[in-house]
C-alpha cells in the first residue's frame, strides 16, 4: 500500500519506490512533517521522537520536554501562537482576531490505483474554518501533488492575507544548494545555482503572469548532486499569476520551502461556505541527481497535466517572416513553400485583424483586416487545408490597445485607478478578466472565431504585465482578489473553449517565454519558449526550461539568422538540430531560401517526423550543458529504451579542442545499438561506458547521432 496510516501512532507514511513523505499528528492534535526522503520500507522506521520532540530547534526558556516549538515543521502551518516560519495560511476572522491554529479532524484516503489521494482535514479549535490538505502520490514518478482546500464553515465572512499551497520540508541540515530558473525577455529559464544561506530567499512573480524573471521551480541538493547522481528535492508550482516560492532557513537547520499565490497585494475574502482553493505544487525526491528530477516532471507533464496526447505537429509561423505585414497572398505563398517542406500547422501570427498595422492600434477588434483579407480568412485557410496543414491564428485577448474599438467603447474594462495614469506597455491595457462581461465577452469573440473558421490552433499571446490592477467597481474587500481572478480567468476562458472545441490545440507565449508554468499547461499544449529564435542562445534557455517542462511542450523555431546575434549565422542542420530537441517549428521567411536549403530543411523535417516520438514522449538527458562547455549534447531514450536520439552542437570554441566524448544513458546494458556512423553494432553497457566518439569542425557545427537496437 502506498499510502499507510498508523492508527496508534496518528502516522502517514506516503511511499514510492524512491522516497517516503511521512506526517503526523502530535500530542495536541497539530499536523506534523516527519520525513521526505528515501525509501522507509517499514512504517516502524518513522521515528517520531526524532522529528517531532528533538532538542533542536528550541527558542531560549522553551521547555525541552514539551511538544511543539518555534521551529517545529508543521504540514500546513498557520500564523498563530510562536510561529516565525513562513506561514502557509494568514487569516483574519471577523472580530478581528487574526491568530489561526489548526487542528486534525479527520482524514479520508482515495483516488485511482497509482495515484492515491491522502486529504487530512484540519480545524481551528475555536473558530468555523477548516483547511483540508491533500496529498496526491504518484508512486511510480516519486511525486507528491499537493494542494489546500480553505473552507469557511460559519456564517461571518473570514479574511485570507496568505494561502500558499504547500510547505515542503528538509532533513535537517546546512551545506543546502539551491538550483532555480531565472531571466528576461529573450533570455529566459537561465540556470543558477547557490548556497542556500541563513534567512529567506524568495523566488517570486508580482506582474500578474509567470514572468520571464523568475519561473516557480526549486531544486535542493546539498552540494554535492550532479546531473545523474545524488539527493536533489524539487518542485514546480501550477500557477500563472502573481507567486512565490520562499526557502525559510535557520540557524537550527530547518530549511522549508513554501509556495502558492503570492501573498503580495492579496486578499480573498471567504463568505459563509465558500471555499478558496490553492494551486497545486508538486514536489518530489530522487537520488538521481537534477537529471532525475526533470525526467519526473516531465512525465508528470506528460501523463497528468497536458491536455491532450499524441505528437506536436511541425509547424510554420510567419512571424519573423512578414511581422505585421500579412495578407492573404503572401501567407499563402509561405504556405506552399512550408508545405513543400513536410510542415503540418501554418500558423498567422500578429497583425490580420482590426487596424492592425503596428502595434499602435488594434488590440481588442478581433475582425479580420479587410484590407489585408478582402475575403476574410476563408480563402487562406482553404489553401493552407488543400497543401494537406491544419490552420492556426494568433490572438492576445487580454490586451487592448488605447486605439481601438474595444477600447472606445469599454474604456472602464481595463486595470486602472482613478487619479492615476494607465501606464501603457507595448503601447497596451491589460483587461480586467476578474469582471464577467469581459471574460464573456472574450468567450464569445473567441469562440465565434473558431465557429467561423476552420482554425485548429491558437497562439495565445500575453505582450505584457499587469499594473495599477484596480478594480474599484468591486465591493472593497474583494478588491485585491484581481491577482488571482486574472489568472483562474484565463484559466476558465481557455477551459470552455476547450470544451467546445475540442480539435483545437493552443499554444501559450507571453513575449516569448513569460508564461511558462504547469498551471497553463493543463490549459495549453505548448508552450512557445521565447522569442529568441537564435539556436546558440536558445541552447542555454532551453535547457534551464528543460529542468522543469517537457521537450514536448517546448516550442523552437528554425529562424533566420542574424536577428538576435548580429553577425552570427550557423548552417541549417545547426539551427534544425537545435529546434529538434523541442517541438519542432519553422519561423524564417521560406520566400527567401535557395533550393538547396529548401531540399535540406525538407529532409530534416521528414527526419524529424520519423524521430519526434522519441524526442517528445521519451526520456530526456542532459550530456554536456552550454553553460558548462563549448559543446552541447542533449539526449533522448524512448520509453522501451530500444531507441535514442542524441543531437550534439559545437558551439564557439578555442584553442583547437577536441569535441568530447558523447556518454549516452538509459540504454538497456546488454542490448546491442545500431549507431549513426559506427560499422558494428555496440553493447548498451559499452556505449554508455566508452562513449561515442564524435568529430565536429568548425564553430556551430553540429551532428545527430541516432541509437537503435538491433
Ligand atoms: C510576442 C510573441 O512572443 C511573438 O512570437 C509574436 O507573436 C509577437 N508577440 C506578436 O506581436
Same mark, same amino acid.
Given at each position: ?329 503572401? *501567407? ?95 503601447? *497596451? ?112 534557455? *532551453? ?168
Amino acid at each position: 500500500m502506498p499510502i499507510l496510516f498508523d492508527g496508534e501512532r496518528r502516522l502517514w507514511a506516503l511511499r514510492s519506490g524512491g522516497a517516503t513523505y511521512g506526517l503526523a499528528v502530535d500530542g495536541e492534535g497539530r499536523l506534523r512533517h516527519l520525513c521526505f526522503g528515501p525509501p522507509l520500507p517499514r512504517l516502524e522506521d518513522l521515528d517520531r521522537t526524532d522529528e517531532i520532540s528533538s532538542p533542536l530547534g528550541r527558542e531560549s526558556f522553551f521547555p525541552w520536554e514539551s511538544p511543539g516549538g518555534p521551529n517545529e515543521r508543521y504540514e500546513y502551518p498557520a500564523w498563530g501562537g510562536m510561529y516565525y516560519h513562513e506561514p502557509c495560511l494568514k487569516a483574519t476572522f471577523d472580530d478581528g482576531v487574526r491568530d489561526v491554529r489548526l487542528v486534525y479532524e479527520h482524514h479520508d484516503t482515495r483516488g485511482d490505483e497509482g495515484a492515491p489521494e491522502l486529504v487530512v482535514t484540519l480545524r481551528d479549535p475555536h473558530y468555523p474554518l477548516r483547511v483540508h490538505l491533500h496529498f496526491r502520490l504518484f508512486e511510480e514518478l516519486d511525486l507528491l501533488e499537493r494542494y489546500a482546500v480553505v473552507e469557511n464553515v460559519g456564517r461571518a465572512p473570514v479574511t485570507l492575507e496568505q494561502a500558499l499551497s504547500a510547505a515542503w520540508h528538509l532533513p535537517r541540515g546546512r551545506d543546502y544548494r539551491l538550483t532555480h530558473l531565472a531571466g528576461r525577455f529573450a533570455a529566459e529559464t537561465q540556470i543558477f545555482r547557490e548556497a542556500v544561506s541563513l534567512g529567506k530567499k524568495v523566488l517570486e512573480s508580482r506582474r500578474g503572469n509567470t514572468s520571464h524573471h523568475a519561473n516557480p521551480f526549486f531544486a535542493v541538493d546539498r552540494g554535492t548532486a550532479t546531473e545523474e547522481w545524488g539527493e536533489v528535492w524539487f518542485g514546480a508550482l501550477g500557477w500563472s499569476g502573481n507567486w512565490k516560492i520562499v526557502l525559510d532557513h535557520d540557524a537550527w537547520g530547518v530549511l522549508q520551502v513554501s509556495g502558492g499565490v503570492n501573498d503580495f497585494d492579496f486578499a480573498w475574502h471567504l463568505e459563509a461556505n465558500e471555499t478558496f482553493e490553492t494551486p497545486s505544487f508538486v514536489g518530489g525526491y530522487t537520488r538521481e541527481g537534477f537529471g532525475g528530477a526533470s525526467r519526473a516532471l516531465h512525465r508528470y507533464a506528460r501523463r497528468h497535466v497536458l491536455p491532450s496526447g499524441g505528437h506536436r505537429p511541425v509547424l510554420y509561423n510567419s512571424w519573423e517572416a512578414t511581422y505585421f505585414d500579412v495578407d492573404e497572398e503572401t *501567407q499563402g505563398e509561405l504556405a506552399e513553400k512550408a508545405a513543400s517542406l513536410g510542415v503540418e500547422l501554418f500558423v498567422v501570427d500578429d497583425g490580420w485583424f482590426g487596424e492592425r498595422n503596428d502595434d499602435r492600434r488594434g488590440l481588442g477588434d478581433w475582425w479580420v483586416n479587410r484590407e489585408k483579407f478582402p475575403r476574410g480568412l476563408e480563402p487562406l485557410i482553404e489553401r493552407v487545408h488543400s497543401l494537406g496543414m491544419d490552420f492556426g491564428l494568433w490572438v492576445e485577448p487580454e490586451m487592448v490597445n488605447p486605439d481601438s474599438d474595444l477600447y472606445r467603447e469599454h474604456p472602464d474594462w481595463v486595470y486602472h485607478f482613478p487619479n492615476r495614469p494607465r501606464t501603457e506597455s507595448r503601447n *497596451q491595457l491589460v483587461l480586467n478578466l476578474a469582471r464577467r462581461e469581459v471574460r464573456e465577452h472574450l468567450f464569445a469573440v473567441l469562440d465565434g472565431l473558431l465557429e467561423e473558421n476552420e482554425i485548429s490552433f491558437i497562439k495565445w499571446d500575453m505582450n505584457r504585465p499587469l499594473s495599477e490592477p484596480g478594480w474599484l467597481e468591486a465591493p472593497k474587500e474583494r478588491q485585491r482578489e484581481v491577482w488571482v481572478r486574472h489568472a483562474r480567468g484565463v484559466y476558465e476562458i481557455l477551459k470552455r473553449l476547450r470544451e467546445k472545441h475540442p480539435g483545437v490545440a493552443f499554444e501559450s507565449c507571453s513575449s516569448g517565454g513569460g508564461r511558462v508554468d504547469l498551471g497553463i499547461l493543463r490549459y495549453a499544449d505548448q508552450i512557445w519558449t521565447s522569442d529568441n529564435t537564435d539556436p546558440f542562445d536558445r541552447l542555454k534557455i *532551453q535547457e534551464g526550461y528543460s529542468m522543469a517542462y517537457p521537450a514536448k511542450a517546448m516550442m523552437c523555431w528554425v529562424a533566420d539568422p542574424g536577428f538576435w546575434a548580429k553577425n552570427r549565422t550557423a548552417s541549417i542542420s545547426y539551427r534544425f538540430h537545435s529546434a529538434m530537441m523541442g517541438s519542432l517549428g519553422i519561423g524564417a521567411n521560406l520566400l527567401e531560401w535557395s533550393e538547396e536549403e529548401m531540399e535540406e530543411a525538407g529532409r530534416l523535417v521528414g527526419h524529424y517526423k520519423e524521430i519526434r516520438d522519441v524526442i517528445q514522449e521519451g526520456d530526456q538527458y542532459r550530456l554536456l550543458s552550454p553553460r558548462e562547455g563549448e559543446t552541447t549534447a542533449v539526449q533522448y531514450v524512448s520509453g522501451n529504451r530500444r531507441a535514442s536520439v542524441i543531437f550534439v552542437l559545437r558551439n564557439p570554441h578555442q584553442f583547437l579542442d577536441p569535441t568530447p566524448r558523447v556518454y549516452p544513458r538509459g540504454l538497456k546494458e546488454n542490448s546491442l545499438y545500431r549507431v549513426t556512423g559506427v560499422e558494428e553494432p555496440r553493447s548498451g553497457s559499452a556505449l554508455m561506458g566508452r562513449g561515442i566518439e564524435v568529430s565536429l569542425e568548425g564553430d556551430l557545427t553540429s551532428a545527430m547521432i541516432e541509437l537503435t537496437e538491433t
